[in-house]
């Protein structure tokens, strides 16, 4: 054969082959694109899945939250309003809020033992005192408490009455009648004069206005009967009053203070009627009279001091009765 004849039939054979191999490739090609629609397919749906697993996560959550919602609402004898500010409501927690939790026309109830806490913020109770006392706007600890005409006060203990503005009661059996007066401590006391205040003690009484009680059993700061808004003061003792102008009592027992700025200073039983005059100690002492500006009784016992400027200093049953005069036992 010559070569030109074996060169034909080579040409020949490898043509009649060509139209097998472009097939072949045309089948890989298939077969290499369903691989990766398969694969894609395949990643598609796994992705799909993981989502769905996820969405159903969360609406499980929002239904248990839901539930949550309705039972508080279904159970709780009250309305409230919280918008958008509810963080976490779940078993142990009653409520969690950030913002303001508004309650309108209801109250808010806390029962078993649960607490309410309050981190690094305040409790405020606002509101305007009024003629109208509506026995709202107060702080409320204890119990057996009145306070129905009450307004922005504070009660602590039991057994209080607190009709007024801004007032405070604290310990047990008080009464507080006057705006802006105190009964802090101690058992029965009343504190009835505008801004009056008694502080310990037992049944012990605040009339004055501006008047005051410290300690003691059953004194009595009236304040003066002519001039309102101004204080007498009682210090300890037992059944003391101070009824003038800035009058005050110091201890001991059935003393009188009741002209302005009469003091008596311990003892039993010694009065001090007039403007300026003083007794320290003793008993059944008396500083009295139309003029006796600046008598001083010290010690003893039934001494009167009746003119001005007169002392008597100890003895028993004496008296100075001119101006300036001293008289010692």
């Known amino acids: ?46 992705k799909i899945t993981l989502q769905i697993s996820l969405l159903q996560q969360e609406v499980e959550k929002l239904k248990q939250h839901n539930f949550n919602l309705r039972q508080l609402t279904q159970t709780a004898p009250w309305k409230y309003t919280t918008g958008s500010n509810v963080v976490r409501l779940q078993e ?112 012990n009484e605040a009339t004055g206005d501006y ?6 059993d059953k004194n009595t700061a009236k304040g003066y009967t002519t001039e309102k808004n101004q204080g007498s003061s009682v210090f300890g003792g037992r059944q003391n009053v101070a ?27 010694n009065s001090a009627t007039f403007k300026l005059t003083a007794i320290f100690g003793g008993a059944r002492n008396i500083v009295e009279g139309d003029d006796s500006w600046f008598a001083v009784c010290v010690g003893g016992d039934t001494n009167t001091a009746p003119v001005f400027g007169a002392t008597v200093v100890g003895s028993s049953g004496s008296s100075c009765d001119t101006t300036y005069c001293v008289t010692t036992g």
């Open 243 to 269: 009824s003038g102008l800035l009058a005050a009592v110091f201890g001991g027992r059935q003393n009188r203070a009741t002209d302005k700025w009469a003091v008596v200073a311990g003892g039993f039983n």
């Open 92 to 203: 142990g927690v009653g409520l969690r809020v950030k913002g303001d939790l508004v309650v309108d026309g209801g109250s808010i109830r806390l029962g078993g033992q649960g607490d309410i806490v309050v981190d690094d913020g305040n409790i405020l109770l606002e509101g305007k005192c009024g003629p109208n006392r509506t026995g709202k706007g107060n702080l409320i600890i204890g119990d057996a408490n009145h306070y129905t005409s009450a307004q922005n006060s504070l009660i602590v203990g039991k057994k209080s009455t607190v009709i007024g503005c801004g007032s405070i009661a604290g310990g047990t059996g008080h009464t507080v009648n006057a705006s802006f007066a105190a009964a802090i401590g101690g058992s029965k006391n009343k504190a009835s004069g505008i801004t009056a205040a008694v502080v310990g003690g037992q049944n």
């Open 1 to 46: 054969m010559c070569p030109e004849q074996g060169h034909v039939q080579k040409r020949d054979e490898l043509v009649a082959e060509a139209p097998n191999t472009r097939q072949h490739r045309r089948f890989l090609a298939v077969v290499a694109i369903s691989l990766c629609c398969s694969a894609f397919t395949l990643f598609r749906d796994h």
């Open 211 to 216: 008047s005051v009680v410290v300690g003691g």
